[in-house]
């Protein structure tokens, strides 16, 4: 079985909250928590839940002989990182880089058949960010070992985040309120993320995956933007909708999860793009890569390489492919750019936003590229082929369906931050409250509708 369908959630959820909310206290509730996310990630990846509760395992001990070491606390860290970081090496890179090996040296090394397991770099950067928090005092190791499993397999975030760090939580893992008020926030969070993925990010990835599999000869420099801008909107409503269920079911639980998107593409620069957009990811590699390198406290040079290693290591992060890679490095790249020349930037006006767009869309070819090959081309039709064939334009027309072309204005006014400028409004938010909960029935009602006729497709990030 997979996560290639959402029906098991829609009706394994509603049972785990009722439950939840008929056992009495916190420890129970704990426990039956542990045992419902077992039962989902097991659902999905079998005998791989084995691999997660060893991870937990490991982690939980070595935070206990931490907290308990006066000498080697550094070398149970280093065998805690390797450890970690080879089992994520092992399951994610292995292909990689054998396949790397093979076409460099020219040698015929077998590549294994290893089969990724949903969600193993989200689980292993929490295990790992609760260690490093032992090792520099900011907590103490946790002696309740279900409180670890809890914060470790917990089923809303645990196969697509956000990236949850253990001092952000571990009070509410002792203790947390529950009330009607939250709860129906939560619902209304749930089925605003659920709305993301199914009428906004399906019907854009119907579009992106048209344009990205298309031939060379088939391809036109308007087609190639199209598919572009689409799969720029699919990721984001994506991404950010599997962040919002997940935030609104931990709500329903009494959890309060990290925002991890905060309307990335009304971004000012690629540095502020990156304050928005997958906000867990970039606030571990910085708390836990960049400012140990040094940050930016050795100079210029040594700035610019901490910041180049973090973004090869994000991009690396997406995916055992050098097009992640290269999209990492791209992004690295104009934010080193943009430290050299901060009075460039500032010139640029409203023409900023202009600029961070086109350099996100771009990059984001790099990422949906099955190759660099293709990659490469799909660059190169995108900016230099204007050429407008007859077979150019029937598959543009194809591209541009009629529930294409009435979604995209949708998307485009959800990404801005329009509703936020209302909620900044006093008057507005007593109506805006109001309408919120009374949209979010018809909005649950179309999400139901779409996924009976079969359109639901995975979430992009279940894959990393």
């Given amino acids: 079985m997979t996560f290639s369908s959402i029906p098991f959630l829609c009706a394994f959820f509603p049972v785990v909250v009722i439950l939840y909310y008929l056992i009495p206290f916190t420890k129970l509730k704990n426990c039956f928590l542990i045992a419902a996310s077992l039962l989902f990630y097991a659902y999905g990846e079998g005998i791989y839940v084995l691999l997660m509760l060893l ?14 070491s006066k000498k080697g606390k550094k070398l149970l860290l280093i065998l805690a990182i390797v450890m970690n970081l080879g089992v994520l090496g092992i399951y994610k890179y292995a292909e990689m880089i054998i396949v790397t090996v093979n076409r460099i040296a020219g040698t015929e090394i077998s590549v294994p058949a290893i089969h990724l397991p949903i969600g193993i770099s989200f689980f ?17 190791a946790d002696k309740s070992f279900i409180r670890i499993l809890l914060y470790i397999s917990f089923f ?22 529950l009330s009607l008020r939250r709860s129906c926030q939560g619902v209304r969070r749930f089925i605003v993320g659920l709305s993301k993925k199914v009428l906004i990010a399906n019907t854009m990835g119907l579009t992106a995956d048209y344009v990205f599999s298309m031939q060379y000869e088939e391809l036109g420099m308007l087609l190639v933007w199209i598919g572009a801008i689409a799969f720029f909107f699919q990721i984001y409503f994506d991404f950010s909708g599997y962040s919002d269920m997940a935030i609104g079911m931990g709500r329903m ?17 690629i540095q502020d793009f990156w304050r928005r957009w997958h906000i867990s990811l970039s606030g571990w590699f910085r708390e836990y890569l960049y400012i140990p390198l040094g940050g930016n406290r050795k100079g210029e040079t040594r700035t610019w390489f901490n910041r180049l290693v973090v973004f090869f290591l994000t991009g690396l992060w997406h995916g055992a492919s050098w097009t992640f890679v290269v999209w990492g490095l791209f992004h690295g790249m104009f934010l080193t750019l943009e430290t050299i020349f ?5 010139k640029m006006g409203v023409f900023r936003h202009l600029y961070v767009l086109l350099v996100v869309c771009t990059g984001f070819v790099i990422f ?7 990659a490469g081309m799909l660059l ?26 009435v979604t995209l204005p949708v998307a485009v006014i959800c990404s801005v931050p329009i509703l936020e400028w209302m909620k900044g409004r006093q008057r507005m938010r007593p109506l805006l409250e109001g309408v919120s909960y009374m949209i979010s029935i018809p909005l649950l009602l179309a999400c139901l509708v779409s996924l009976a006729g079969g359109t639901y497709n995975p979430f992009i990030y279940f894959r990393f």
């Fill in 342 to 346: 901060p009075k460039m930037i500032k």
């Fill in 124 to 140: 292993i950067f929490q295990a790992l960010s609760y260690v490093i928090d032992v090792y520099q005092n900011k907590v103490k």
């Fill in 253 to 269: 639980f009494g959890f309060d999860f990290m925002e991890n998107f905060h309307y990335p593409y009304a971004a000012k620069s």
């Fill in 368 to 374: 949906r590229a099955d190759s660099m090959e293709q």
């Fill in 55 to 68: 991870c937990v395992c490991f982690n939980y001990l070595t935070a206990i002989l931490l907290d308990h």
């Fill in 156 to 177: 809303p975030q645990l196969i697509a985040g956000p990236i949850i760090k253990y001092h952000d939580i571990s009070e509410q893992l002792g203790r947390r309120k």
């Fill in 380 to 405: 190169e039709v995108m900016f230099t082929k204007p050429a407008w064939t007859v077979t150019i334009e029937a598959a543009t027309a194809g591209a541009c369906n009629l529930l294409f072309l």
